[in-house]
């Protein structure tokens, strides 16, 4: 009877043991999954883990020349384009360009649908407010294009009150443009309001000093429009979604863009004044 009492009494001893063991196991376990969960979950919330995994960042742009424009074989091209390009491959992933609705482009940004915007973004107090923004590389104004024959008609804004002016929806040149009347049209892209212009559908257009200055010059389709007035002085950023870590990495690489001449080579090409 004792000899039983001693197996039972081993055999329970056994079985607390072996519950104690597995109950740490899934203990254990438990944490290593709450671990791991906890690295997805940093894993997700990185831009840059994003782009490393995916191995691509995506650009959302428009059709901007000289910034973003396709060149004859169909590629994208230009002053941004190159840039990006190049940002990405210190960065280690390809880029892949996604043409996109300008006035849509924090949505964009936001839902993922895009990495970053990257297309002559002026920086203002609305783009600061819906992403956060690179160190800025480029300089821009706002100017008024017309047909070269009524630039002297229209000296300044004020004379400007009675026109048809064609912008680009949600751009900079639009705020201008409401400021002057009320008389706006507003389109998809800075290429289509100097098409309406020179199409003349409206009296001008407002857009970016860069493109006017590439699309305007001597022997250019939209050689006969030029401009007088400009607006408005502003820089040029690359926007990323708020709190992104790819910000710092990419302001680490323009920088060093800016110290080895790379900047300044794609601004003798394209013809786009750097930031100081």
Do not use: H
């Not at 009494?9 to 109950?23: C, E, K, R, T, Y």
């Not at 047909?147 to 929806?169: G, N, R, W």
């Not at 910000?247 to 920088?255: D, M, S, T």
């Amino acid at each position: 009877m004792k000899n039983i009492k001693k197996i039972l009494a081993v055999l329970l001893a056994v079985a607390i043991i072996g519950a104690v063991f597995v109950a740490c196991s899934k203990g254990g376990e438990s944490a290593d999954t709450t671990a791991a969960n906890g690295e997805t979950a940093a894993a997700s919330d990185s831009d840059l883990g994003k782009i490393t995994g995916a191995g691509k960042i995506v650009v959302g742009i428009t059709d901007y020349e000289p910034m973003d424009y396709k060149a004859d074989d169909g590629s994208w091209t230009g002053f941004d384009a190159e840039l990006a390009t190049m940002v990405a491959e210190k960065l280690g992933v390809k880029v892949e360009f996604v043409e996109i609705n300008w006035d849509n482009k924090f949505i964009e940004l936001e839902s993922g649908t895009i990495d970053c915007i990257w297309n002559g973004m002026t920086v203002d107090d609305q783009v600061k407010a819906n992403c956060d923004v690179s160190t800025s590389y480029a300089t821009n104004s706002q100017v008024v294009v017309m047909s070269k024959e009524s630039l002297d008609k229209y000296p300044d804004a004020e004379s400007m009150k009675d026109l048809t002016i064609a912008v680009e929806k949600g751009s900079a040149g639009e705020k201008e443009a409401l400021k002057i009347t009320s008389n706006v049209v507003s389109l998809s892209a800075q290429s289509d309001a100097i098409k309406d212009v020179k199409g003349k559908a409206s009296d001008a257009c407002i857009i970016d000093s860069t493109m006017a200055n590439s699309l305007t010059a001597d022997g250019k389709d939209f050689a006969d429009l030029g401009y007088k007035v400009a607006l408005t002085t502003e820089e040029y950023g690359a926007g990323f979604r708020k709190g992104s870590d790819l910000v710092e990495k990419v302001n680490e690489i323009l920088a060093g863009f800016k110290a080895d001449g790379t900047l300044q080579k794609l601004s003798d090409k394209y013809g786009v004044n750097l930031a100081e």
